[in-house]
Every structure is written in C-alpha cells, then in structure tokens.
C-alpha cells in the first residue's frame, strides 16, 4: 500500500516535463478562441472597415481586369435638363433617335427632366424616348438634401409617360466617400424599381441585398463617347463610327457639370454614372465576390489551431506564424488579380488579439518567475532554464540561509530584499555573471562542467567569505549558509528538487555542504513533487480542516471557531503543517491551497449556521497573497459559492513581516474588508515589524502570541506584554484574542488584563467538524469543566 502511494508522485514529477508542453498547448488554443471571439465582436460593430477600405483601395490599384466592352458611357459637357435652356431637349432627342437608327440594344438616361416653358421641346423629348419603347429606361436620382432628408429627382411625367423607370443612388457611400457596395433594388412609390447598376447588368436582387462593386477595370477601357458625336450634321470623317448595335449605353452628364462629380479608388472627380457603370461590368462579369469577416477570422483561427497541433516546439511555431502572417499580404495581392474582395482587416485583428494574450501570458510567467523583494528570478525559473537549454550535465547548488524568517522580523520591510541582495552579491565573489535565483530561504545557480569535489571546494571557499557579516543600512547581521549540491543525471526537475533536500537537511554546525545522492530517487520525489502531491492529497480529502473553538471571557460561550490545515497521508502518516505549508509556497500552489482551505472552512461554517450554530470562521491567509488582488477575487468567489455570509468570515493574516510594500497590503486589506469580512493579526508580539504592520494595516482583530500568553503565569514581562496589547487593543477599539491558553489557572490572569477571547488547549484542542457540531451543542463551558 505504502510503496503505490509513493510512487504516484513519482510518475506525477517525472511526467511534469510533458504535461506542461501540452497545457502550454491548451492555454494558446484557449487564446485562439479569445482572440476569434473578440474579432467576431469587433465585426459586429464594423469596428474595422476603416482599415479594410484602404487595404481595398490598394487591392483596387493592383487589379488589371478589362471592361466587357459591352456599355458605353454617352456623356455630355452641358447641363441638358436646364428648364430654361430647351435646346439641349432637342440634342437628346436627336441623340436618341440616333441611338434608334444605329440598333442600340437599350438606353439608360442618367438625367432627369422636369417640364420647361418650351412644351414642344419637352413633346419631342417624350416621342423620341417613346419611339425606343422598351429599349429606354429613365433613371430616377437620390441625392443628397440640405436637410437630414434625401432628395428624389425623377422625369416629369409628362416627359416619361409610361417608360419605366430605374434608381442611381448618389448618397450609398462609405465613409470614405466611395460607394464599395451597392444595392440591387430599392422599394420606392409602393413598388420595387431595380438600381441602375443591377438593370445595366440585367441582374435581380431584393431591396435589403447588396452586391459589391469591382473597381479593378481600367477606367479608361470603358467605351465613351461624346453626346456631340450622335447630333448632325455629321462632319465627314475617315473614322469608322463606333459600333453601337446591341451596346447597352447609358447617357449622363460629365465631370464639367457641376454637382456630378464623385470619388472613385483609381481617379478622382469621375461622373457619377461611371459608378453604376463599374456596378452593371461587376454584375456582368459574375465572378466577384467579396469574403466577409467571419469567414476570414474562421480560416486564420483554423490555420492557427494547425500549426499549434502540428507544431509542438518554439522552433517550430514561430515559422508556423510567420507563414500565416505573410498569408495576409499573399492574399490580398492575390485575391486583387482573381476577383475577390476580403475583409482582411478581422484577420490582422485575430493575429494582433493572439499576439497580445501570448505576450501577456509570458509576462504574467516571466512576473510569477520574479521574486518582488529581491528582483531575482525563482527556483522555478532556474527549472525551467534547466529543460529549455536541456543542460543533462553539471551541478545544481542551493544555498540556504540560515535563520532567515528570524533575520526577516528584525528588519524593516524596505530593508529585506537588501539582505538577500547582499548575500548574493558575496555568492558572485568569484564570478560578478553568475545567475542567481532565489526563493524564501533558498539561492540557486547552476555550475557547468565541474567535478562535484571541485564544486564543493568552491563552496567551501563562498562559506569563508560569509564569516564576516553583512551590513544593512546601519546594521550589522550574521549570515550562517549551508549548501546543497546535486549532479544533474536525467531528469533536472529531478535533480533540483534533490539539491533543495540536499540544502533542507543541512546545518551550520554539522553539516553545511550536502551532496544529494543519486540512489535516493523515491524518497526525494516525495518529499519535493509537492505540486502534484497536494493537489492528489486535496482531491482524496487527505488534506483537510480541523476547527479550534475560540470562546468569549465574559459569557464563557463558543464565538467562533478557527480552521487549521492538516495533511494525512495514508503512507506516511501526518505531515507536519508548517513542512507542507512552506514547500507550498515554492512549489507556487499557496493560492490553490488558500483556495481550498476557504472552501472547507465557509462550507463548514455554513453547516453550523444550518444547525442553528452562528459563529464566526477564522481562517490563515499568508501575508504573500497580499501582493495584489487575487486572494481578493478567490475569497469573494468562495463566498459567493457557499453563500456564507461575509460578516462571519474573519481572514488571519499570517507572516506580516514578510509584507514588503504595506501600501499595496493595505490597498488589498480595504477590497478585502469592503466585501464584508474582518482582518485580523496572527501571531501579534513577535518580529519588529507587528506594531508597524498594526499600525499601517486595516486591522479589526489582533491575536497576542502564544510565546507571550503561555508564559504569563510564570513570567513578568510576559504578563507585562500582554496586559500592554490588550490595552492597547481596548484604546484603538478592536478586539484582542489570546492564542496559546494551555492552562486553565491562567484565566483569570487574562480576564485581569482585559482580553476578550482566549483559544488553546485550555478549551479545547482542535477538532474535526463532526466534533465541533458536538461540542456539548456549543453552550457555555467553562475552561476548567473542558479539555479536549
């Protein structure tokens, strides 16, 4: 039984290298998702046009596509449908006749005529467009009005009669005043009328469907021809008229008309009927499509879900990139010869959102792998390099500093990170380069190609240079330091979790260089692959809460209740918390393990409040998560999840000298206390650092060291100190708690003082749930009656 539970972890470890490729893995396709989700968001809301317009613009100047020939613009330089000028009625009517004579297959005229004083010329103009029949077709302007209306121009209906009519819409433009799509009908007097584009193209459409327009024709291609060249007489000339017979021509004003004049990619100030024109060639060619952005962003998520599954190493991936990015400019070029428009833009947006996640989720690592006091890189980071440049020969070495947390409380918080610096600074005696990672305690660094005898004379030379203390700011502190060495062979997390025990066992007096040996294999496994342990033991309930009451002086009743880890593991036996605890903070699972322990304790708590049982639940947060907001985000979701009622949740801030900015703990505190709960002060009396924390922290609750409570009886100063906090905790008007009560006599010594909760043994040891829910219904016991 024993030997299967201890080498689960070892398979857990030794697997570890391989899982983390494929999270990695997992965490890019997540990004992909993300990042295809936005994209489809952003196109939503046409957020991108801009950009895809301009990118179209070009796509237009690169095409070289040729006009079918078939329409032919019939322009004119006058205004022809000058009320008060009715000759040109009788130039268009003559032109049409001419039009008539040469076979023309069908007419659009482009302008609209309104009655004039002259009803002859206006009579002529209404027989010849009569005589074309159903080969004419007038078309009817929106342009724009002065106000938020449009106006509509249309033909007299004395001229029109019953010629039918078609509509040129001038004001469907983008923002950049080009018109990249046009619609195939549009619903106006109660019917249905075909714009001029779609009629040119004899296309149909309903009124809500649009089609784009292809400006890849060479403008110049497209037959035109003057309005002069059709009105007699006709000069005598060698030149072969053009060949109108089956043409479909539509006659329009020319640039030289005030007020016809647009925009289109490749020439500026163009008639507007040329517009329509380039609309009917798009029709009429039949094979221009334009790819919307959702398929675009589809196609580049697909590529990019690929080329992660195909392309498993960093080698291989950044390649896989750069060809899904040169993609871009290959398909618009591309698409710009072929006939397809893209919205490319939502594909440079998908790349752009993918870059930023990417970045972002190697800063968060390259952040998680900094240690803030010191600005060293973690162990972890040392394991990392150690896979990445695949050292498999050398040595590993972790120093460890001895007395660290006991230094660490004789300093301020501004002066913590500069002890560490100093001793690393005496580590790079030999070698000013030399890489140096650091978490709590420890410092490591790898050595390459060196015998382990060498390695350790070397150490044995860096522990002389320790013999002189270090000075921080204007004091003088001893450094004891011990080192473990491992030899990479295999696998180097192996061999770093063996240098950390190596290091673990070591001490200033016995033994203070120590060579991981490599037979130990199961063993080191077990007591370093904490990552994979802890979360294993938490989903097999191994790791667990027990619940130490915390009773009121005056009414002798249970108050509240603390929650304490404990870890029992079926092979080994109890695992000391404070072991377990602190390899959980190298491993980087703390805020798992918070998580879980929060978790515990509120479902706990919530069971008691079922039962009738209002107390308040006193749960451990290490002074670490008060880095940033995380543990606030993780304590407001568990309450949200067991629906425990924020007011009773006291959170004990544990370690406060390891706190290095109190700014950003005192930032976090407040958010902390906004949800509802109290923050109370573990472990208040002890390190020179608990009435700086006290002071500048939101502290509701203090809790006087069990160092300072279990001696009163015995000891003055002791019972001086106590009796100094509760008075001061009775002036700054918080409550005081005294930890540690192991003798039932020593009560009456807290009640003189003015405490107002005592837990300890006194009362009751910790107990399991089940227990707690039968601590005599919870009524009021006095200290002496109970011992648990």
Known sequence: MGETRTSNPARHLLARTRTRSSGRVFERLRHVLWAGLISLALFAITFFDPIDQFLWLIQSRIADRSPSGDVVFVSSDEVLNDPEDSTHRYEVASALDELDRRGVGAVFLDITFSSSDDSEADERLARAIEDLGPRITLVDRITEGNGLHNTWETTSPEIARSTKHVIS?????????????????????????????AAIARAHGGSKSTFPVDYGFQSRQIPQLPLTELLPPKTSSDARPL????????????????????????????????????????????????????????????????????????????????????LIPALLIGTAYTGMRLDISYAIGLLGFYAAFRSRSRWKRRVEMVNPDTGLPKLRALEARLIREKLFSGHVVIAKIQNYERVLKTLRSDEKGSYVLKVVDRLRATDPNLAIYNDGHHLGWYVSGAETDSVIDHLEGLRAIFAAPVEVSSLSVDVGITFGVASIEGDPSVRLAAAVAAAEETSEAHNPIAVAENG?????LWDISLRARIDEAMEAEEIYCVYQPKIDLVSK????????????????GFISPTHFIQQCEKAGRMEHLTRYVLYSACAAAKSLQMSGRYITMSVNISATLL?????????????????????????????????????????????????GVKISMDDFGVGAASYEAFYELPFD??????????????????????????????????????????????????????????????FSRPVSLTNLLEYNNLRRKTAASKMI
Not at 252 to 281: F, K, M, S
Not at 520 to 524: A, G, I, K, M, P
Not at 557 to 572: C, M, N, S, T, Y
Not at 628 to 652: C, K, N, S, W, Y
Request: proline share 4%.
């Open 169 to 197: 819409d001038t004001t469907d433009r983008s923002w950049s005043g080009f018109a990249w799509e046009l619609h195939y009908s549009y619903h106006a007097h109660g019917q249905s009328r075909p714009s001029l584009g």
């Open 701 to 762: 609750e203090i809790k006087i060291d069990r160092l300072f409570v279990s001696n009163m009886a015995k000891d003055p100063k002791a019972r001086a100190i106590v009796a100094s906090i509760a008075a001061m905790g009775r002036e700054a008007r918080i409550t005081v708690v005294a930890e540690g009560l192991e003798n039932p006599q020593d009560i009456t010594l807290l009640e003189v003082v003015g405490c107002q909760q005592v837990q300890g043994f006194a």
């Open 557 to 572: 009743e249970v108050i509240g209740v603390e929650a304490l880890v404990r870890w029992h593991d079926p092979a080994r």
């Open 243 to 326: 060949d109108l017979s089956g043409k479909v021509v539509v006659i329009g004003h020319n640039i030289a008309v005030p007020g016809v004049q647009q925009n289109i990619p490749r020439r500026v100030d163009v008639p507007a009927t040329l517009i329509d024109i380039y609309a009917g060639e798009t029709l009429k060619a039949g094979s221009f499509r334009h790819l919307r952005g959702p398929y675009i962003i589809a196609l580049f998520a697909a590529l990019l879900v690929l080329g992660l599954l195909v392309c498993k190493t960093r080698a291989r991936r950044w390649p896989a990139y750069a060809i899904i990015s040169t």
């Open 520 to 524: 130990s294999h199961t063993d080191l």
């Open 627 to 675: 880095g940033d907001m995380r543990i606030a985000g993780i304590v407001r979701h568990v309450l949200e999840e067991t629906r425990f009622d924020p007011q009773q949740l006291v959170l004990e801030i544990t370690e406060t000298s390891r706190i290095s900015d109190y700014s950003v703990a005192a930032t976090v505190l407040t958010e902390l206390k906004s949800i």
